[in-house]
């Protein structure tokens, strides 16, 4: 049997706000964290929103801290693909990486990126850099690859 992304089972509607914030808080006063602390985490949580473009959190919210393929609760990233630039969904760090170099057919990676979170919910967010805050689409074809034109100017010259 293949597996897919625990995601594709999740219901589509969308949980209140009051509602995840105060599961949010849960989580984090069961991970030690004190009231003070939680409250920060979930202000860092509404920015990292509002960084890849989701104003609303409604990803992030439709997840509610789960990794959209393991389901796992844990820290989060926001996925991406690096041909569109759109955001896909929230992974946990270890499905993040895992998902980055498993480019394999017919694999639980290979169905999150046919179909990941962002799809489900029909909704197209811009990735956003989140050093530069700028948009991190991909450059148009033909425009110049400076990646190519790295020079290492320590060596320059050395034959």
């Given at each position: 049997?293949?597996?897919?992304?625990?995601?594709?089972?999740?219901?589509?509607?969308?949980?209140?706000?009051?509602?995840?914030?105060?599961?949010?808080?849960?989580?984090?006063?069961?991970?030690?964290?004190?009231?003070?602390?939680?409250?920060?985490?979930?202000?860092?949580?509404?920015?990292?929103?509002?960084?890849?473009?989701?104003?609303?959190?409604?990803l992030a919210?439709?997840?509610?801290?789960?990794?959209?393929?393991?389901?796992k609760?844990?820290?989060?990233?926001?996925?991406?693909?690096?041909?569109?630039?759109?955001?896909?969904?929230?992974?946990?760090?270890?499905?993040?990486?895992?998902?980055g170099?498993?480019?394999?057919?017919?694999?639980?990676?290979?169905?999150?990126?046919?179909?990941?979170?962002?799809?489900?919910?029909?909704?197209?967010?811009?990735?956003?850099?989140?050093?530069?805050?700028?948009?991190?689409?991909?450059?148009?074809?033909?425009?110049?690859?400076?990646?190519?034109?790295?020079?290492?100017?320590?060596?320059?010259?050395?034959?």
């Open positions: 049997m293949k597996a897919n992304p625990l995601c594709w089972y999740w219901p589509t509607e969308l949980p209140a706000r009051d509602e995840v914030k105060r599961r949010f808080l849960e989580q984090a006063a069961g991970a030690g964290r004190t009231p003070e602390q939680a409250e920060v985490l979930w202000k860092l949580e509404c920015a990292a929103d509002a960084l890849v473009g989701d104003d609303d959190g409604a919210r439709w997840q509610d801290g789960r990794c959209a393929i393991c389901g609760t844990r820290d989060l990233v926001c996925d991406h693909d690096h041909a569109t630039g759109l955001v896909r969904g929230w992974l946990c760090h270890s499905c993040n990486i895992t998902e170099t498993n480019q394999e057919p017919d694999t639980i990676f290979a169905r999150y990126r046919e179909r990941p979170p962002a799809a489900i919910l029909g909704i197209a967010i811009r990735y956003l850099n989140p050093v530069t805050g700028e948009d991190a689409t991909p450059p148009p074809a033909g425009a110049t690859n400076w990646a190519d034109k790295w020079v290492d100017a320590a060596s320059e010259g050395i034959l």
